[in-house]
């Protein structure tokens, strides 16, 4: 039961229920559907089907529903199985206990048994195994044997090995005479316990009515509590968990128990232990026993499962040979070779359990289990090389001895490991026209083996098999109901489904076998369908349910030529009403694969052009769940349909005009907003928040299809526009998904521009600042309409660098406005020129050229400018200097620019030395630092530096005030300055020694010594 299911389980009250079955083949199908009210007037239908014994819940009702739609959808199920052929039946809430399925094998003949008996009257003293004669007795159920195996029982003391032989044979032919002495062995602690195990599944097989269901009663109250509670709820998972627990706590005989309790729920939940249980100690050791009680009993669905399970597990490794580990491989190897050994003794015997052994092996295996085809190629010494093959299903031997055991494309190699191809044969090579199975004759004895393999199996091989083998069975086949051959034709393997047709071809085409065959694979199936509705037109135009199958069919061809025939069809107004209303109920059924949408968007096109007059009156509850429904061409319905309805295209409720306008398919959303722009515009201008909501919405064909209808209503009522305007801006500060934004700002800046308002400052400065560039966006958007004064200079400045262009348009336009202000401020305008981008920078020049004249290059402004720290700037501020200089700002150039790190500027300034700051101690004073920077340099600026000491030796030998200076630059400059400076500023001081001694300075003169030659 799915998480869901049990949910509404826990509160849910059973309304009605109803038991269904059908038996067919040998098998007998259950279906189960209730109606149960779950509150607040809500219904769910419910549902549990399969074989009897092993039935899958589900639901018709994924979520709760009215109680006029689940009580349609109860009864309607019940119609659909027994038009399918279930007829109705009880409905116990627990199911009754089923009989255990007795062996059955072909009477031996009479020499065989008398070989038997003979030998085994001799006992252990004669030639032979005893034990072998005891299996042999059994595997051919000699009745006649059953008095010696009781004498031989009683003999003590008795092996294991032969009282094992002797259990299976006593439970194979024995009567309810051996009960006693079996459920003596069962209850005797003092024996093997899988001995003890296998009597008492004997003694179960040998019991009559009554002593069985004491048997059974006993096994049921040997369960663990929570297995037994388990069992009586009914709830398969929760017995199948408090088995497996018990297994792991060392409880080996469960499973045995739970098998002979013969439950249908407690066998679901054995199949489901061994579907999924470890082939591992301690659980190995329960399903073994397991395995050979199903082979006693010839339960082909356990027997099978295990064999399955057996040949797909791959064996546990150990480190010796005795490690303790279970499912060794010489295990694995056994068991392997023991199934496939135990089918050849049915076949060889002619036992009629032959086949339903087979079928369990069979079934077990799906597609999924094939393995990748290969082929080895072997080179021997002076011997012609060879290649081996192995076909997709080779690793598995009781699979390939019971279909290809008589096959002359495989063969079983030397080591019983595998089948192989023979020789000359591909992998994948074609079937050949004869039957390759072995012991054809007990199929052919029991067809509805083959019909049961045919129906349920779910592996390619075994269809091909079962298809070949009952077309060789013409009078079986002939006598199928339709209900068998609609489930042949349904198959989805090619070889089942064209039994299914070939049986289907001369019988009368009745309704259900119509569809059934319109909704077969193959194509051939299809055009009986379409030559029978051709040929009998006049009879099937009323036929709306076939009608409405073809036009939802899942193949093409199909809705193609329903779409034909209904348009040369002249059908009924009632006939067409029913019509459409079983199309648009099909196509509410649909799944949401891309098929489901491809058939609805064909089933859509009949009905618009065919039956347009009829689908424009629906009712809006239709639509309603039409436009529900997940597939994009059933909410295109939905939304065409109320486009074009009679009543609703011109008073759309709102919940559907939302639910079109919501909708995740963009052709959807386009009906949606064709039929919103329809509305009268003054009552949309009622609305801001929704178009605001769907102009920010992550779809973007929306947002394109509102935009222009947002222009609509803001024309007709600018106060729509405001508000729209107003929440769009605050929104933008807000995160939005991917596109939104810079539609928003797209949408302001052209739909809504005459929309926006008067900006408040500090909102455009927060619009500005903000990290989104389109918040940015829209401040520069909303800067256009601040007044210049609003705005600091220095502000402007800044924003001139702004990275987005609009913010710096915008920038530039209040420079613009701003002339009188910045004429009384030059050093600002200055700043511009420092700007970020190329383009604010051009811009600042333009406009210093054209909106200034000479008189406003002030020196401030042009210092400024040289004081910039783009190389460009202040090689631009250098020439303005040399273009208008006046000589009353040569001494603030000096200074000013004297303080420039720059090595350009220092060389520059060197200009203006001579002419300002010659002879003026003072003057030299305050340029120190200047003279310090320019002869600090190392490598660089060698112009500047020769300039500055020829100005200061000449200026420090012509006047006492100057020389203290130079000599205070010079004595510092010679502790620090490089080797090649050092003689430059040793002669200056030498040279203001020599005129002005009393200065001190770091040097003192030594006489030279004088030496004669």
Not at 9 to 20: E, F, G, I, S, Y
Not at 391 to 405: C, E, S, T
Not at 529 to 548: E, M, N
Not at 925 to 953: D, H, I, M, W
Request: hydrophobic share 50%.
């Amino acid at each position: 039961m799915s998480d869901r299911i049990a949910r509404v389980a826990t509160v849910m009250r059973r309304v009605d229920h109803r038991r269904l079955a059908l038996r067919e083949a040998g098998v007998e199908r259950t279906y189960e559907v209730e109606l149960a009210d779950v509150g607040d007037g809500r219904f769910v239908v419910n549902t549990r089907q399969g074989r009897s014994g092993a039935l899958r819940d589900g639901t018709l009702t994924p979520k709760p529903v009215p109680e006029a739609r689940a009580r349609a959808l109860f009864a309607q199920a019940i119609a659909d199985r027994e038009t399918e052929g279930y007829r109705t039946g009880d409905a116990p809430l627990v199911a009754a206990p089923v009989a255990l399925a007795a062996p059955i094998v072909a009477p031996s003949n009479a020499g065989r048994a008398q070989r038997l008996l003979a030998r085994l009257k001799q006992g252990a003293h004669g030639a032979g195994s005893i034990e072998r004669v005891m299996w042999r007795v059994g595997e051919v159920g000699l009745r006649d044997a059953e008095p010696m195996l009781l004498e031989l029982l009683a003999v003590k003391p008795v092996e294991a090995r032969r009282l094992f032989a002797n259990v299976w044979a006593l439970g194979r032919c024995g009567s309810p005479r051996a009960l006693e002495a079996l459920e003596a062995l069962a209850d005797n602690g003092a024996i093997a316990p899988h001995v003890r195990e296998l009597a008492a599944e004997a003694a179960l097989l040998v019991a009559g009515e009554g002593a069985r269901r004491r048997l059974i009663a006993a096994a049921l109250a040997s369960l663990p509590e929570a297995a037994r509670t388990a069992l009586r709820s009914g709830t398969i998972e929760a017995l199948a968990s408090a088995c497996e627990q018990a297994i792991a706590r060392g409880d080996q005989g469960v499973l045995s128990r739970l098998y002979r309790v013969d439950d249908p729920g407690a066998r679901a939940a054995l199949l489901a232990i061994l579907a999924r249980v470890a082939l591992t100690s301690p659980a190995f050791a329960s399903v073994r026993r397991i395995f050979k009680a199903a082979e006693l009993r010839g339960d082909g669905e356990v027997f099978g499962l295990i064999a399955w399970r057996i040949e797909t597990t791959p064996a546990a490794t150990a480190s010796y040979p005795r490690g303790g580990v279970a499912f060794t491989r010489t295990t694995r190897h056994y068991l392997r070779r023991r199934v496939a050994r135990t089918l050849r003794r049915l076949g060889q015997l002619g036992a009629a359990s032959y086949a339903p052994m087979a079928v369990g092996v069979l079934l077990a295996f799906r597609d999924a289990d094939a393995v990748a085809p290969q082929t080895r190629r072997y080179h021997q010494y002076r011997r012609a090389p060879r290649s081996l093959a192995w076909d997709r299903y080779a690793p598995y031997l009781a699979f390939n001895q019971v279909l290809f055991a008589a096959s002359p494309r495989f063969v079983a190699d030397r080591h019983g490991r595998a089948w192989r191809c023979r020789p000359g044969v591909e992998p994948g090579a074609p079937a050949p026209a004869t039957r390759e199975e072995g012991f054809p004759a007990l199929w052919d004895a029991q067809p509805q083996a083959l019909l049961q393999l045919a129906t349920e199996s779910a592996c390619a091989p075994v269809h091909d098999f079962a298809a070949r083998a009952l077309r060789a069975n013409p009078s079986f086949t002939a006598g199928l109901d339709d209900a068998i051959v609609i489930r042949l034709l349904a198959s989805p393997y090619a070889p089942t489904a064209d039994l299914g047709l070939a049986l289907a071809e001369p019988r009368p085409r009745s309704h259900a076998l119509l569809v059934a065959l319109a909704d077969c694979d193959l194509a051939p199936a299809r055009a009986l369908v379409h030559a029978w509705l051709d040929a009998h037109r006049a009879q099937l135009i009323v036929d709306t349910a076939l009608l409405a199958a073809l036009v939802v069919s899942r193949h093409v061809d199909n809705r193609w030529h329903a779409r034909d025939f209904l348009r040369a069809a002249a059908l009924a107004d009632d006939v067409a009403r029913v019509l459409v209303t079983r199309v648009i109920a099909a196509i509410q059924d649909l799944g949401a694969t891309a098929e489901d949408d491809a058939r609805a968007g064909d089933a859509a096109t009949v009905l618009l052009r065919g039956f347009g007059a009829i689908v424009a009156t629906l009712g809006v509850d239709v639509i309603r769940d039409l436009l529900a429904h997940p597939l994009a061409a059933v909410q295109e319905l939905a939304a065409e349909l109320i486009a074009n309805h009679a009543t609703l295209a011109t008073a759309v409720p709102d919940d559907l005009l939302l639910a079109l306008i919501d909708s995740p398919h963009p052709r959807v959303r386009a009906v949606g907003v064709r039929l919103l722009a329809q509305l009268p515009l003054a009552e949309l201008a009622a609305y801001p928040e929704l178009f605001v909501e769907l102009s920010t919405r992550d779809a973007a064909d929306l947002r394109g299809l509102v935009r222009p209808l947002i222009a609509r209503i803001a024309a007709e009522d600018p106060r729509f526009g405001e508000r729209v305007a107003d929440e769009l801006r605050q929104l933008l500060m807000t995160p939005l998904p991917e596109g939104v934004p810079a539609h928003v700002v797209s949408l302001l800046r052209h739909e809504l521009r005459d929309h926006l308002g008067a900006p408040d400052r500090d909102d455009v400065l927060r619009l500005l600042g903000a990290r989104s560039p389109h918040a940015q966006e829209l401040g520069g958007l909303l800067l256009e309409r601040l007044a210049p004064d609003e705005l600091t200079l220095a502000e402007i400045v800044r924003l001139a660098s702004h990275e987005i262009r609009g913010v710096r348009e915008a920038a530039w336009a209040l420079c613009r406005g701003s002339v009188d202000r910045f004429r009384a401020a030059m050093p600002a305008l200055a700043k511009l020129f420092d700007a970020a981008w190329d383009d604010s920078r051009q811009f600042a020049g333009e406009f210093l050229a054209s909106a200034f004249r000479d008189e406003d290059y002030t020196a401030a402004m042009l210092v400024t400018l040289c004081d910039s720290v783009r190389p460009d700037v202040q090689r631009y501020g250098r020439d303005l200097i040399a273009q208008r200089f006046r000589e009353a700002d040569g001494a603030t150039y000096l200074l000013r620019l004297g303080e420039h790190p720059a090595a350009a500027i220092q060389l520059f300034v060197t200009n203006y030395l001579d002419r300002f700051a010659a002879g003026d101690a003072a003057r030299l004073a305050q340029l120190e630092p200047y003279f310090v920077r320019v002869l600090s340099r190392v490598n660089t600026g060698a112009v500047a530096k020769r300039r500055c000491l020829e100005f200061l030796v000449r200026e420090g030998t012509a006047s006492e005030g100057c020389a203290v200076v130079a000599a205070r630059i010079f004595a510092r400059q010679s502790a620090t300055c490089s080797i090649r400076d050092r003689e430059a500023l040793l002669a200056g001081m030498v040279a203001i020694r020599r005129a002005f001694p009393q200065i001190a300075l770091p040097i003192r003169s030594l006489e030279v010594e004088r030496r004669a030659v």
